[in-house]
């Protein structure tokens, strides 16, 4: 048996699985991502014990990261900040580890084998209680300096924005995240964004948001496909309203990607898997 491992790293949770091949993740696990990194590294660890062996790791973390050091870097979490997560992984299982953020992974995943299938220019974007996005450019993940942070980006106001909103980003207030994640739609209207109708007001502000990302997406890196995923894009009307909304910000000047919904059931665990893969060549 061949097979490669792969973590998504997230803040609440680690999701873990093995597959032979990177389009089906198997024995998919949740780990509870605890206050101690060791503790939940040697859980993640034993789960590899158990369900492998795997000949490489493809980890897709939340961040920020970097990716000289493979360190957690300025979480909020104070005992992951600096946490070596490439290196306690390749040193407890001594295999190759790649790791990448939990954005780029979906997006190479949904590139390969989701909603783009066969694009090598597509950008990822999770729309949750954060905002982050990711980049396959060229057929390649989107690294510089550090890595993307698309939820950061600065945004105008969305025609009919209420006054007094100032934003819930903690850095920025009014950035994307800080005017359309999940968090943002309750501080605005008092209530969760899941129990807000279809016809409520917040969705045409919610799509006036994800449209201006898309189109200064398409301005910055001319992906072919968009695709928007997170729990707030459940709200499946709303992918419309940010196509349309999307034509009229552009009007006419460029051709806009396709704005897609994910179509992958695990996008991150599947682009783990392919980059598990790619660090054994
Ligand atoms: P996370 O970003 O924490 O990994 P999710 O992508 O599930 O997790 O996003 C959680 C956020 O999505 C919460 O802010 C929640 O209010 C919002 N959300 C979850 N389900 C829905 C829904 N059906 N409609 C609108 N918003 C939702
Ligand atoms: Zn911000």
């Given amino acids: ?26 024995e998919v696990a949740r780990i509870a991502t605890s206050n101690d990194p060791c503790e939940t590294v040697a ?20 961040g920020p990261v970097s990716f000289e050091t493979g360190c957690i870097t300025t979480t909020p979490k104070l005992a992951w900040q600096n946490f070596p997560l490439r290196a306690s992984f390749r040193d407890a299982l001594r295999v190759p580890v790649a790791l990448d953020t939990d954005v780029n992974g979906a997006a190479l995943g949904e590139a390969r084998w989701g909603a783009g299938r066969g694009v090598d220019d597509l950008v990822y ?8 996005g990711g980049a396959l450019s060229g057929g390649r993940l989107v690294h510089g300096l550090m890595h993307s942070e698309m939820g950061h980006l600065l945004v105008r106001r969305a025609p009919g924005e209420l006054p007094d909103f100032r934003g819930v980003c903690p850095f920025h207030g009014d950035c994307l995240e800080g005017m359309a994640s999940g968090p943002s739609i309750e501080a605005r209207w008092g209530r969760p964004a899941a129990e807000l109708p279809t016809d409520h007001e917040a969705w045409q502000l919610e799509a006036d948001y994800l449209a201006q990302a898309c ?4 301005c910055v890196l001319s992906p072919r496909v968009v695709v928007l995923g997170g729990g707030v894009m459940e709200q499946r009307h709303l992918l419309e309203l940010v196509r349309a909304r999307a034509e009229q910000l552009c009007n006419a000047y460029l051709p806009l990607p396709l704005i897609e919904a994910p179509q992958l059931r695990y996008p991150g665990l599947t682009g783990a898997l392919a980059l598990a893969k790619e660090a054994i060549g």
Avoid at 5 to 18: I, L, M, P, S
Avoid at 43 to 62: C, D, I, M, N, S
Avoid at 215 to 218: G, H
């Fill in 43 to 62: 859980e993640v660890v034993r789960y590899f014990e158990q369900h492998g062996p795997v000949k490489a790791l493809g980890v897709a973390t939340f």
């Fill in 215 to 218: 189109v200064n997406m398409a």
């Fill in 125 to 132: 974007v999770t729309v949750g209680t954060g905002i982050g």
């Fill in 1 to 26: 048996m061949s097979l490669y491992g792969a973590v998504e790293a997230g803040g609440t949770k680690f999701v873990v699985a093995v597959g032979e091949t990177p389009e089906e993740p198997r």
